[in-house]
């Protein structure tokens, strides 16, 4: 019976728990100030290719590798 009583309070715990990052949206503000930002800071600093300097027959022979 200890047992079976422990299990309840770790349940209960777990629930209150989840319950809280429901009512306070807390895993929406951890994306939305947390996560994004880092996401844009990382992938906005990426070096990347300008493509409009690309000519048109690279385009096609590139187009034709993908297939």
Known sequence: ???FGKII????????ALFAVFYFDLDGKFL???WE??????FDNMKRE??????YEEKDILAADRD
Not at 37 to 42: E, N, T
């Open 9 to 16: 309070k770790i349940l209960a715990l777990v629930y209150a």
């Open 1 to 3: 019976m200890k047992i």
């Open 37 to 42: 930002p880092m996401m844009i800071k990382r």
């Open 32 to 34: 939305y100030y947390i």
């Open 50 to 55: 300008d493509n409009t300097k690309t000519p």
